[in-house]
């Protein structure tokens, strides 16, 4: 019990320090680079507004992500993990991934289209692979959890 409880803590200091790097990127990091691509490659200026837009709604679906997990290790915490409210979290959580892994397949479907070389559309086809088998993962443990709810209703109705 002892290893759970610092495991949450260190997974907790984790969750923040991720959410404000992503809050930096969102507001500084992201905007700023495409800025300066804009204006470093004129050719590609029309692309600076829509990747901007892109790469910002992916870094909000990792923060839905991130608070989800929060709040899943709260009732983990509290010992009310078996309930509807966390199947409810990892639905956004399974939402996120899927809304994520979507705009990733049409900008990667866009970069194939126009690649000169095979290097990102392979690197984006990584990537979509990679969220692929993240969202499946999510989805198969978020059947577990309904098992375990559900048993453990029977159980309580039980006694």
């Known amino acids: 019990m002892q290893f759970t409880r610092l495991a949450v803590i260190a997974l907790r200091i984790v969750?923040?320090?991720?959410f404000l790097l992503l809050v930096l990127f969102q507001v500084m990091s992201l905007p700023g680079q495409f800025a300066h691509m804009a204006q470093e490659n004129p050719e590609?200026?029309?692309?600076?507004w829509p990747l901007t837009i892109f790469s910002i709604l992916e870094v909000a679906c990792v923060q839905v992500m991130i608070v989800s997990t929060w709040k899943l290790l709260t009732m983990v915490k509290l010992g009310s993990i078996f309930s509807n409210e966390a199947l409810r979290r990892v639905d956004a959580i399974v939402w996120a991934i899927a809304a994520g892994w979507t705009m990733l397949a049409a900008l990667s479907a866009s970069v194939v289209l126009n690649a000169d070389d095979p290097g990102l559309p392979l690197l984006l086809f990584l990537l979509l692979v990679a969220g692929a088998a993240l969202g499946l993962v999510v989805v198969v443990l978020r059947a577990l959890l309904r098992q375990a709810t559900d048993l453990r209703s029977d159980m309580e109705a039980v006694i």
């Open 15 to 18: 969750l923040v320090v991720a």
């Open 44 to 48: 590609r200026a029309s692309l600076q």
